[in-house]
């Protein structure tokens, strides 16, 4: 089960990029985490804080991708959003606490496009 968030401006090239996009699993749920462009690709190994993607410098366009997977085999539990989780907050608790506030965030720091 892919997510996708998008960013294109032809005008402009990342400068820095950085995400956080925090997630738990279970079980065997695993999620992968990629930033691609049209001519490369990086894969995010903790997401968990944020994350300066340096491959990024220099594209006008790039997509998040979260894959999530795992419970394939399961009877019980047999998709993805049982076992791998994005955005995960807890049913009680302060609202504001630190550990799940602000969870997904994307820094884009642009300049113009060298022509």
């Not at 738990?24 to 690709?41: C, E, F, M, P, Q």
């Not at 944020?50 to 998709?79: C, K, M, Q, Y």
Request: zero cysteines; a neutral charge.
């Amino acid at each position: 089960m892919p997510l996708f968030w998008f960013y294109f401006n032809p005008d402009m090239m990342v400068k820095k990029l950085q995400v956080r996009l925090p997630h738990k699993t279970y079980r065997d749920g695993k999620v992968r985490v990629l930033v691609y462009s049209k001519d490369d690709y990086t894969v995010l190994l903790d997401t968990q804080e944020l994350t300066t993607v340096v491959r990024a410098i220099g594209w006008d366009d790039f997509v998040i991708r979260a894959e999530l997977s795992g419970s394939e085999h399961d009877p019980v539990f047999h998709n993805a959003y049982q076992n791998a989780q994005l955005f995960r907050q807890p049913l009680r608790g302060d609202p504001i606490h630190p550990d799940w506030k602000d969870l997904f965030k994307v820094f884009i720091d642009m300049e113009p496009r060298r022509k």
